[in-house]
Nanobody, 126 residues
Framework: QAQLVESGGGSVQAGGSLRLSCAAS????????MGWFRQAPEKEREWVSS???????WYADSVKGRFTISRDSARNTLYLQMRSLKPEDTAMYYC????????????????????WGQGAQVTVSS
């Protein structure tokens, strides 16, 4: 059974950094578009970033220049390096995978991501 497991969340002060990992098992996602989403309390889940099987990457305007998505196909793992964190980045972060090598259009189309992790909490204090 395919499974995505996030790790690396935690609590940091504003300006700090964290790196989230998403380890996949039961299925090799090297040929799939994958992405990161986040959900703050009482808010809808929002798209953060996606990376295609060929390495193309895209970011939400709110994180562009501060977050970097990457993948290690050999380890079947997705990463999200987060720098210059702000209190508004506080949320539960989820990794997700599609069934295709190309990323969906629009990138934030939740329904096109059919595998999800359980989430990792990121808390940024001011």
């Amino acid at each position: 059974q395919a499974q995505l497991v996030e790790s690396g969340g935690g609590s940091v002060q504003a300006g700090g950094s964290l790196r989230l990992s998403c380890a996949a098992s039961g299925y090799t996602y090297s040929s799939n578009c994958m992405g990161w989403f986040r959900q703050a309390p009482e808010k809808e889940r929002e798209w953060v970033s996606s990376i295609s099987a060929r390495g193309g990457s895209w970011y939400a305007d709110s994180v562009k220049g501060r977050f970097t998505i990457s993948r290690d196909s050999a380890r079947n793992t997705l990463y999200l390096q987060m720098r210059s964190l702000k209190p508004e980045d506080t949320a539960m972060y989820y990794c997700a995978a599609t069934s295709y090598w190309a990323c969906p259009s629009p990138l934030w189309s939740l329904g096109d991501y059919n595998s999800w992790g359980q989430g990792a909490q990121v808390t940024v204090s001011s």
